[in-house]
């Protein structure tokens, strides 16, 4: 691995980006081509994702930042593998954005490659032969709050320094100075997708109906992969991919804070009420409203109640 990664090796073009409150804080991240990772990627991996090797039988798995890939991808690999055995590899072994593609032929299939990436940057095979894609949705207030504290952990750990204020965070995001950019921009490119001729091969998970609806959603994708499983298996795939039992799953192959799992947090719907001031709130809406009025996902996060879609 250390010579695959010596190999490849390059420069990384780093910028840095600060809260208008807190010019102080400087957040590195990777920028190519005006698309912004987290600093740890390889530019190299980032340029190379358009002739990524896809095979026949791999599904793709994407969604903006926080929306719910990891429970998702535990939810895929049940259902294709017919267990209900927890993979015991971090997801982060199958992301486009973060391994060469030797690393990932390496994986024996089926494989879920997944991504936060928009339509458009997916390997050109992937498109090409119209592999099945999921894509996750999630409201982008519970996103920036879940964000938010997933990288107040991340700079602990990293940097031993603390976050910026939650407001100062959310227009960061709001304005895609972030790495993966604008979730407005992300949303409504993957929504274009689906107007074309690409509909057929693109499900849209919600991540929660996937809360409220566990089997109902788990029975939507086994459909949509023609995986053919039953009612039972896909209530123990369910109960399997509960927030608790992948906490204690999952912890042996993810970054730990203080013993506890980072990545997995609460999973809950509409925490971000804990968070938004009136005036975030007013101010989010205005952004949103500007963004979102011509999508025909609009209605799903313009309010706080939980709109059913299924």
Not at 41 to 66: A, K, T
Not at 70 to 96: A, Q, Y
Not at 152 to 179: H, T
Request: proline share 5%.
């Amino acid at each position: 691995m250390l010579q695959l990664m010596l190999e490849h090796s390059t420069v990384m073009p780093v910028i840095h980006v600060s809260p208008e409150n807190h010019p102080q804080a400087k957040y590195p991240l990777l920028e190519v081509n005006g698309w912004r990772f987290p600093c740890d990627f390889n530019e190299e991996v980032i340029r190379n994702i358009p002739e990524v090797d896809i095979r026949d039988d791999d599904v793709m798995l994407c969604g903006y930042m926080r929306s719910g890939t990891h429970w998702c991808f535990e939810v895929i690999n049940m259902l294709l593998r017919k267990s209900v055995d927890t993979i015991p590899h971090p997801k982060e072994h199958f992301h486009l954005e973060q391994k060469f593609n030797e690393e990932l032929a390496q994986h024996p299939s089926p494989r879920v490659l997944n991504g936060h990436m928009h339509f458009d940057r997916l390997p050109k095979a992937a498109i090409e032969k119209k592999v099945k894609v999921i894509y996750v949705l999630r409201d982008p207030r519970d996103i920036a709050c879940s964000w938010y504290q997933l990288m107040g952990k991340y700079l602990r750990i990293r940097d031993k320094v603390e976050i910026c204020p939650f407001a100062d965070w959310l227009k960061l995001f709001v304005n895609g100075e972030l790495a993966w950019g604008s979730w407005f921009d992300h949303v409504t490119n993957w929504e274009k997708a689906m107007a074309n001729d690409h509909t057929s091969s693109i499900l849209v998970v919600r991540f929660e109906d996937l809360v409220t609806q566990p089997v109902r959603q788990i029975e939507r994708i086994d459909k949509f992969l023609n995986t053919k499983t039953d009612e039972t298996f896909r209530t123990r795939v369910a109960e399997k991919c509960s927030l608790d039992n992948m906490k204690q799953d999952k912890l042996a192959v993810t970054e730990k804070l203080d013993g506890r799992s980072v990545h997995y947090n609460q999973g809950k719907i509409g925490t971000w009420q804990n968070w938004f001031s009136g005036e975030l709130s007013q101010y989010f809406n205005r952004v949103y409203d500007e963004k979102m009025k011509d999508s025909k996902f609009y209605d799903l996060y313009r309010k706080s109640e939980i709109v059913n879609t299924s």
